[in-house]
């Protein structure tokens, strides 16, 4: 199972709005409704922002938005806050024989 | 408040073994599927194994399969990551997390680092 396909970076300035992409095939995320992005600040643990391609977690700020179209899904994050600055990874269920696929990261810096 | 604290990680030397734990505590342990993700130094995050709330079912990613084995005692409400003929490229920091279904996992704990040097 290929890993799914992530911008090494992308950039925002604060208040602006951001979109990652993450794109794999109809055998992960086009196959099925359940992408899920992390974000990992340095040093620390993944922290879950958004489950099943849209919906947030509680406690998760409704400036994280999720979407799906296709083989490609896409965070978006509206109202960038230097907080934000991290790393942030796709995942997608992949079937019962390898549920898992992660995208290779995305590092969102705030100017 | 759900917790999660794995241990056993360390340095060790190629093609040797090592038993990953993680305590689970917060919540209703049996009832859900568990996963070990690992992120290698400075590289992303990759799942390793998932294994069902009962513990009937595993599963692996085929960079480990044949030499890592996950099970779970639900009496003591752990997880554990058993590893074998270990590689250097499988020297990363594992962590634990609790699923939901396969769907995604909502709490991770902070994960243990596995060295594999010689």
């Known amino acids: 199972q290929s890993a799914l396909t992530q911008p090494r970076s992308v950039s925002g300035s604060p208040g602006q709005s951001v979109t990652i992409s993450c794109t794999g095939t109809s055998s992960d995320v086009g196959g099925y409704n359940y992408v899920s992005w992390y974000q990992q600040h340095p040093g620390k643990a993944p922290k879950l922002m958004i489950c099943?391609?849209?919906k947030r977690p509680s406690g998760v700020p409704d400036r994280f938005s999720g979407s799906k179209s296709g083989n490609t899904a896409s965070l978006t994050i509206s109202g960038l806050q230097a907080e934000d600055e991290a790393d942030y990874y796709c995942?997608?269920?992949?079937?019962?024989?390898?549920?898992?696929?992660f995208g290779g990261g995305t590092k969102l810096t705030v100017l | 408040e759900v917790q999660l604290v794995e241990s056993g990680g360390g340095l060790i030397q190629p093609g040797g073994s090592l038993r990953l734990s993680c305590a689970a505590s917060?919540?209703?342990?049996?009832?859900?599927?568990m996963n070990w993700v690992r992120q290698a130094p400075g590289k992303g995050l990759e799942w390793v194994s998932a294994i069902s709330g009962s513990g009937v079912s595993t599963y692996y990613a085929d960079s480990v399969k044949g030499r890592f084995t996950i099970s779970r005692d639900n009496s003591k409400n752990t997880l554990y990551l058993q590893m074998s003929s270990l590689r250097a490229e499988d020297t990363a920091v594992y962590y634990c997390a609790k699923g939901n279904a396969l769907r995604y996992s909502d709490y991770w704990g902070q994960g243990t680092l596995v060295t594999v040097s010689s």
């Open positions: 995942c997608s269920y992949a079937g019962t024989y390898t549920p898992w696929v």
């Open positions: 917060g919540f209703t342990f049996s009832s859900y599927a």
């Open positions: 099943d391609v849209t």
